[in-house]
Nanobody, 116 residues
Framework: QVQLVESGGGLVQPGGSLRLSCAASRSTVSIYRMDWYRQAPGKDREFVARVTSKYKITNYADSVKGRFTISRDNVKNMVYLQMDSLKPEDTAVYYC?????????WGQGTQVTVSL
C-alpha cells in the first residue's frame, strides 16, 4: 500500500508556471511508473504524464508536450510535474497515480486554475 499527497496547485495567469509535487508514504524505487492525471469540471479524468523508475523514461499527453516536465526522486519518494506556459484549458484537479501489484492508488488531488 501507499498514500500519495499532492501539493503545489494554485491560481496562475496564462503563460505562467507551477510545480506540482506528490509525496509517497513508502519507497518509490520499486514502483515501476508514477503518473500524473487531471480532471477538469464536467470532463473525464485524463492522463497527463508518466515517468518510469529505473531509466526515468517519460511520456506525455499531446496536449502538454513541450510545456510540462515530469520527474521523480526515489531518494525523497517524490514525483514532480513542472508546468510551464500554462493555458486556461490546463485548469483541472491534478492527481498523482501509481499501480502496485495491480492496485491503483490515487492522491486527493491539487487544484490548478489558469485564469486572468
Amino acid at each position: 500500500q501507499v498514500q500519495l499527497v499532492e501539493s503545489g496547485g494554485g491560481l496562475v495567469q496564462p503563460g505562467g508556471s507551477l510545480r506540482l509535487s506528490c509525496a509517497a508514504s513508502r519507497s518509490t524505487v520499486s514502483i515501476y511508473r508514477m503518473d500524473w492525471y487531471r480532471q477538469a469540471p464536467g470532463k473525464d479524468r485524463e492522463f497527463v504524464a508518466r515517468v518510469t523508475s529505473k531509466y526515468k523514461i517519460t511520456n506525455y499527453a499531446d496536449s502538454v508536450k513541450g510545456r510540462f516536465t515530469i520527474s521523480r526522486d526515489n531518494v525523497k519518494n517524490m514525483v514532480y510535474l513542472q508546468m510551464d506556459s500554462l493555458k486556461p484549458e490546463d485548469t483541472a484537479v491534478y492527481y498523482c497515480n501509481v499501480v502496485i501489484l495491480d492496485n491503483d492508488y490515487w492522491g486527493q488531488g491539487t487544484q490548478v486554475t489558469v485564469s486572468l
